[in-house]
């Protein structure tokens, strides 16, 4: 069974409109990540929450807004999608913080129109 | 802002030989790094991690570490075709919650 389970796989959307990237853990970590990778960049660290808090946001724009309901839950919202934010994105785990060895799950695969 | 230098950018082995794979940290603060391999298609899996100075063997892989000079070295001994993958080396940045990667190495194993 996935222990961490990322909602869509694959998702297309047109410029300027918003989307939910999903992810949920069962490894009962208590942080949790967003990455960010594309051909033309490395594995770009996005945010980091440790029992539902931000820890750490290194997104320069506001587009980017995590959401977390739920201990093992840490939604990402991109509203006014660009062309540029077309990548495959990565939600991790670990059991705390930066010290741990941290668990990705398979991402999703966004393109932007 | 801290990076994290991997070297070589490509890599091409034949099936039983070695592979030695490089990675030095800018932020003179760090003390560990993590080695995470990711296959075409799939996420990064971390491989290995080293905390302390010297060497760590895990079966087929050894990894080295220099804190002094912020370096940690890779090593693939008897390489498979199934070893072939992008190699990720990571270290924590200092005050933060971050964790950095480098750009990768990938590795091609040929049969």
């Known amino acids: 069974d996935p222990k961490i389970i990322q909602k869509p796989k694959y998702l297309v959307a047109v410029t300027g409109s918003e989307k939910i990237l999903i992810c949920e853990q069962y490894?009962?970590?208590?942080?949790m990540y967003w990455y960010r990778q594309s051909a033309k960049k490395p594995l770009e660290f996005m945010f980091s929450?440790?029992?539902?808090?931000?820890?750490d946001n290194q997104t320069a724009s506001s587009r980017f807004q995590p959401q977390s309901s739920k201990k093992n839950h840490l939604d990402l919202q991109i509203t006014a999608l660009k062309p540029d934010d077309s990548a495959t994105y990565f939600c991790a785990s670990s059991q705390e913080g930066q010290a741990y060895e941290q668990y990705f799950g398979p991402g999703t695969r966004l393109t932007v129109l | 802002q801290q990076k994290v230098q991997q070297s070589p950018e490509s890599l091409i082995v034949p099936e039983g030989g070695m592979a030695s794979l490089n990675c030095t940290s800018s932020?003179?603060?760090?003390?560990y790094f993590w080695w995470y391999r990711q296959h075409s298609g799939k996420s990064p899996k971390m491989l290995m991690s080293i905390f302390s100075n010297g060497e760590k063997e895990e079966g087929r892989f050894t990894v080295h570490l220099n804190k002094a000079s912020l370096h940690t070295s890779l090593h693939i001994r008897d390489s498979q075709p199934s070893d072939s993958a992008l190699y990720l080396c990571a270290a924590p940045a200092s005050n933060t919650d971050k964790v950095v990667f480098g750009t990768g190495t990938r590795l091609q194993v040929l049969p």
């Open positions: 932020d003179r603060n760090v003390d």
């Open positions: 929450y440790s029992y539902q808090k931000l820890m």
């Open positions: 490894l009962g970590h208590n942080a």
